[in-house]
């Protein structure tokens, strides 16, 4: 069966609401939506959320030797020293456009006044 847009998936529900119950609990939510997944021939449940790094190691298109290296890289990276070395980036171009603007500030009353 084809899959269902999102507008045509809300169609079918109330359909099935007004049909057979109205849901007031989390099993009569599960049986309704195993009642959608059969009849349109969709999942009602979603894989469970995974990083770019762990679906990048789970394929099987990446040499092992690759793999391996990327394991080794992503167990020394410590996520508190990584904050704090972005952090002192951050800090350092920020003082680098703050001179940057000091310098082109100009003070009008110099301007105003060069020989006074």
């Not at 849901?23 to 349109?40: A, G, H, I, P």
């Not at 001179?99 to 110099?110: G, N």
């Amino acid at each position: 069966m084809e899959r269902m847009d999102i507008h045509s998936k809300n169609e079918y529900l109330k359909v099935i609401r007004k049909k057979y119950c109205r849901v007031r609990t989390w099993e009569e939510k599960t049986l309704l939506l195993d009642e959608y997944s059969d009849n349109t021939g969709q999942s009602s449940k979603y894989e469970v959320a995974k990083t770019l790094y762990q679906r990048f190691i789970a394929s099987n298109q990446i040499p092992e030797e690759v793999v391996e290296k990327l394991r080794m890289t992503y167990l020394s990276l410590n996520p508190a020293e990584l904050k704090r070395s972005i952090d002192a980036k951050l800090a350092e171009l920020y003082q680098a456009y703050k001179e940057k603007k000091r310098a082109q500030h100009v003070d009008l009353q110099e301007i105003s006044a060069p020989y006074g």
